[in-house]
C-alpha cells in the first residue's frame, strides 16, 4: 500500500534569530526542516522521510512548505520559530484525474549536462539553465510528469546556498515556474510529486504543489 503524503506550512517568525540564520543558509534550513521528523532515519533520511520543501512568500509573510511520507511534528523546534499546520493530501491525490486541469507551483533547479565534446565547460559539467532554457526544460519535465502546460510564467529567484559540515559550499540556481496545465498520466503526476523533480531537492527545490484550477 503507498504511504500517504502530508503537506505543512511552517509559518516563519520573522524576530527569530533561528529563521534569519536558516534563511541565509539552505544547509541549515533543511537541517532545519529534518528536526519535524524522527531521528534515527539514517544516511537517507531527507530520501526515506519523502522530504520536500521550498520557501514559500505568502500574504502573512515567509513560509516553508514541506511535504513528506511521515507526518511531521513540531516539538524539536525552538519556542519562537513559527507555527505549523498540516494535512493530509490524499483528497488532492484522489482527484488527480486525466482530464482535470490544474494550477501548478514549482521552485527548481533547471540544469543540463554538458556533452563529452563540449566548448561550453568541463564535459559532463552539470551547469543552470536560465531563460528560455530553463522554460524548455520545464516543459520537458512537465510533459513525462504526465501534464500537458497550457501557461507558463517563470521567475528567476536567487540562489540555494549554504555550507556543508565538511565546509564546502553548495549552490544551486532556483527558477519559479507557475501556470495552468491539464493532467495527461495520472500516475506518472503521482509519482514525480512523491519524487520531487530536478536537482538539488535537499536544498529547496523540486517540489511540485497543484490546485484545482
Known sequence: MTSPLWITQLSLNPGSRDVIRDLGDTVRLHQRVMTLFPSGLGQQARHDAGVLFRIEETRSGVAVLVQSVLEPTAGALPDTYGTVRSKALTPLIDALVPGRRVRYRIIANATRK????????????????????????????????????????????????????????????????????????????????????????????????????
Open 114 to 213: 554538458l556533452g563529452v565534446n563540449t566548448t561550453a565547460g568541463k564535459p559532463k559539467e552539470v551547469v543552470p539553465l536560465h531563460g528560455a532554457d530553463a522554460d524548455a526544460w520545464w516543459q520537458r519535465q512537465a510533459e513525462s510528469s504526465g501534464l500537458v502546460l497550457h501557461t507558463l510564467e517563470s521567475v528567476s529567484l536567487d540562489q540555494a546556498s549554504g555550507t556543508r559540515r565538511d565546509r564546502n559550499r553548495v549552490v544551486h540556481a532556483r527558477t519559479r515556474f507557475d501556470g495552468l496545465a491539464t493532467i495527461s498520466d495520472a500516475t506518472a503526476l503521482t509519482t514525480r510529486l512523491r519524487a520531487g523533480i530536478g536537482r538539488g531537492k535537499s536544498y529547496g527545490c523540486g517540489l511540485l504543489t497543484l490546485a484545482p484550477a
